[in-house]
C-alpha cells in the first residue's frame, strides 16, 4: 500500500520532482504527507494553500494503480527515495526522481561514468568510445548512458566487452524500450547492470521526455564524457545538467570542420576537460572515488592521425601499396573525409579517386560510411 501512496503523491498536479524531494526531506513518507495538517503543509518552500488542500485530499487514481500493477506484473524492481538501495549520488541533485522503475540490479556505491553522444555516430567517434568506455570500464567504473543508437549503444557495448557493469537511463517506459532495434541490447544490459526509468511501465517515448531524462544520466555519475555532438545534441544538455549539479565534464576532441565535433569543441571553450586517454579521466575522478584500477588500463590514444611521409601501409596490413593507393591513405585518417575533401589534396580526376578508394576498401586499409565519407579503418588490438 505505501507504493501506492508513492505513486499516488507524484500524480498530485503541481508535485513536481524538486517539491517532491523537499516533502520527503522533512517526511518519512508520502503516506504521512497525505496525512498532513494543511497548515504545516504551507509552511513548506511551493506549497500553498490551495495545493496543501489538493494534496490532503487527492486519492489514488485508477490509473495510478494500474502504473503499480504493470511494473510489478512485469517483474520489475521498484526505488524510492527512502530505499536503500537507491543511488546514494543520485539523491544529491535538487531534483532526483522520486520512483525509480530498474530492471536489473543498481548499486547505490556505483562509482560511475556518463558517456554520451551523437545518435549519428562516426566511424571515428565510435572507435574512440569503445577504447575509452572499454578500459574505463575494465578499471572497475559502471558505465552510464541513454540507450540511443549511435554513440550510447557503444558505450553499452563497450562495458559489456570489458565484462564491466552499464547502466541505461530510458526516456520511456520500460514496457516501452527506445529504439526498439535494442530491446535485446538492453536485455543484456539487464543481466549486468541495470535498465531505469522514472516513467510509468507503458509510458512511451516523447520528445520532452529526452531532456528530462538526461539529468538522471548526470546524476547518476562521477563526471560525463561528450564524444561527438552537434551545438544542438541533447548530449550538451547532459553536460549542462553535470555542471549545475557539480559533477565533471569532459569532452573528446575531433576534426574542426566536422558537425560533429562543434558540441565537443564548444565544451572545452567553456572548461571542460580535454580528453586524450583515460587516465584524463580518472586522474580527475580517483580523489572522489579512492578507486585504484582492478585492471592496468587499457592503452588509448586519439592523436593517431596520419600526418607524417610514411609510406607504408598500417601494421596489419601484409602488402604493399602503389604510388596512388600511398597519396591517398596520407590523406586520410580515423576521422571520415568527404571524398570531395580527399580530392583537393591528391593529383586524381574523381573517377580514378573513386577506384583507388575501393582498391583500399577491399583491402580492408579505408572504411566508407555513408555520404561519401572515408575513413583509415581502425586496427583491432
Not at 112 to 134: C, D, E, F, Q, W
Not at 281 to 301: A, S, V, W, Y
Request: net charge neutral.
Amino acid at each position: 500500500m505505501e507504493l501506492l501512496h508513492w505513486f499516488a503523491l507524484k500524480e498530485v498536479p503541481g508535485i513536481g520532482n524538486l517539491l517532491y524531494k523537499r516533502l520527503m526531506d522533512l517526511f518519512p513518507s508520502p503516506s504521512a504527507v497525505f496525512d498532513a495538517n494543511p497548515n504545516d503543509l504551507t509552511s513548506i518552500r511551493g506549497i500553498s494553500h490551495k495545493l496543501a488542500e489538493t494534496i490532503v485530499n487527492h486519492r489514488p487514481t485508477e490509473s495510478c494503480r494500474r502504473n503499480l500493477e504493470q511494473t510489478l506484473d512485469a517483474g520489475l524492481t521498484i526505488l524510492t527515495l527512502k530505499s536503500a538501495s537507491y543511488p546514494r549520488i543520485l539523491k544529491e541533485i535538487p531534483d532526483p526522481p522520486p520512483i525509480l522503475h530498474v530492471a536489473g540490479t543498481l548499486n547505490p556505491d556505483d562509482a560511475a561514468i556518463a558517456v554520451v553522444g551523437s545518435r549519428k555516430a562516426t566511424p571515428y567517434g565510435k572507435g574512440n568510445t569503445m577504447h575509452l568506455a572499454g578500459a574505463l570500464s575494465s578499471m572497475g567504473y559502471t558505465i552510464v548512458s541513454g540507450l540511443a543508437r549511435g554513440i550510447d549503444t557503444t558505450a553499452h557495448e563497450a562495458a559489456i566487452e570489458a565484462g564491466g557493469r552499464t547502466i541505461a537511463v530510458m526516456g520511456c517506459g520500460l514496457g516501452s524500450i527506445y529504439p526498439s532495434e535494442n530491446k535485446r541490447l538492453a536485455h543484456t544490459i539487464s543481466k549486468r547492470g541495470a535498465v531505469i526509468s522514472e516513467w510509468p511501465h507503458d509510458t512511451p517515448p516523447e520528445a520532452h521526455h529526452f531532456p528530462l531524462r538526461n539529468r538522471i544520466i548526470s546524476g547518476l555519475s562521477l563526471g560525463v564524457v561528450v564524444v561527438e555532438a552537434s551545438l544542438k545534441s541533447g548530449s550538451l544538455i547532459t553536460a549542462r545538467c553535470a555542471s549545475e549539479q557539480n559533477r565533471e565534464v569532459f569532452a573528446l576532441p575531433g576534426h574542426v570542420r566536422a558537425t560533429q565535433s562543434a558540441g565537443p569543441h564548444r565544451l572545452i571553450q567553456q572548461g571542460a576537460k580535454l580528453v586524450t586517454s583515460p587516465s584524463d579521466i580518472t586522474d580527475e575522478l580517483t580523489p572522489l572515488t579512492h578507486k585504484k584500477p582492478e585492471q592496468e588500463e587499457i592503452p588509448f590514444n586519439i592523436n593517431t592521425l596520419k600526418n607524417n611521409t610514411d609510406k607504408s601501409p598500417p601494421p596489419s596490413c601484409h602488402f604493399l601499396l602503389d604510388h596512388e593507393e600511398s597519396s591517398v591513405l596520407k590523406v586520410l585518417d580515423l576521422y571520415p573525409s568527404h571524398i570531395d575533401d580527399i580530392l583537393q589534396h591528391v593529383p586524381m580526376d574523381a573517377g580514378r579517386l573513386s577506384a583507388v578508394l575501393l582498391s583500399l576498401e577491399l583491402k580492408g586499409v579505408v572504411e566508407r560510411s555513408p555520404g561519401k565519407l572515408f575513413s583509415l579503418k581502425e586496427e583491432k588490438s
